[in-house]
């Protein structure tokens, strides 16, 4: 009886749960989602703002708990008590990265396709042409532009320019 009854205890605490995802919410581009948020311009030119938080890790110091007691002439009459605890240090800054990318009209699955294939011929990319900007081609995409100076894995128009996917503006030096 008592094994039934926490079954069903159980199986009501799992039906109250829900499954998270990181399926886009409405009106929130799954790259929003993912800490990437898109930004057209005036001009048309879309432009990159990632996000990442900063990395903390907690190490062993000293906090003040009582405070010195000083007299007017300056004299301390009670010295500050200290105690050990673990308190957070951070390790990496947040950093802010904005750069300029293909607006997602222009990630079309041929597009994507064609990026696919060009990491693939650098040696970046190890899995099947699927045309779809997926976790391969975002690690694909995060070690190139890494190599260059870049640590994201969206797709910055200067890579898409290098890799040939876009054309690269002419300058009028005649």
Same mark, same amino acid.
């Given at each position: 009886?008592?094994?039934?009854?926490?079954?069903?205890?159980?199986?009501?605490?799992?039906?109250?749960?829900?499954?998270?995802?990181?399926?886009?919410? %409405?009106?929130?581009?799954?790259?929003?989602?993912?800490?990437?948020?898109?930004?057209?311009?005036?001009?048309?030119?879309?432009?990159?703002?990632?996000?990442? %938080?900063?990395?903390?890790?907690?190490?062993?110091?000293?906090?003040?708990?009582?405070?010195?007691?000083?007299?007017?002439?300056?004299?301390?009459?009670?010295? %500050?008590?200290?105690?050990?605890?673990?308190?957070?240090?951070?390790?990496?800054?947040?950093?802010?990265?904005?750069?300029?990318?293909?607006?997602?009209?222009?990630?079309?699955?041929?597009?994507?396709?064609?990026?696919?294939?060009?990491?693939?011929?650098?040696?970046?990319?190890?899995?099947?042409?699927?045309?779809?900007?997926?976790?391969?081609?975002?690690?694909?995409?995060?070690?190139?532009?890494?190599?260059?100076?870049?640590?994201?894995?969206?797709?910055?128009?200067?890579?898409?320019?290098?890799?040939?996917?876009?054309?690269?503006?002419?300058?009028?030096?005649?």
């Amino acid at each position: 009886m008592i094994r039934h009854l926490i079954a069903l205890s159980a199986l009501a605490l799992l039906t109250g749960c829900e499954a998270t995802s990181l399926a886009p919410q %409405p009106g929130v581009s799954r790259s929003a989602a993912l800490g990437v948020t898109i930004k057209e311009n005036e001009k048309g030119e879309c432009w990159a703002v990632e996000v990442t %938080p900063a990395v903390y890790d907690t190490v062993m110091g000293q906090v003040q708990v009582v405070q010195a007691e000083i007299a007017p002439d300056g004299t301390v009459l009670r010295a %500050p008590i200290y105690r050990n605890t673990l308190v957070p240090r951070v390790v990496k800054d947040r950093q802010t990265l904005r750069f300029q990318t293909p607006c997602p009209a222009q990630l079309t699955p041929e597009f994507i396709g064609s990026l696919q294939r060009a990491l693939r011929a650098r040696g970046y990319f190890r899995s099947f042409t699927t045309s779809i900007y997926d976790d391969a081609t975002r690690r694909g995409v995060l070690r190139y532009q890494t190599e260059r100076g870049l640590q994201s894995g969206r797709l910055s128009l200067e890579t898409a320019r290098d890799l040939g996917l876009i054309a690269v503006e002419r300058s009028d030096t005649r």
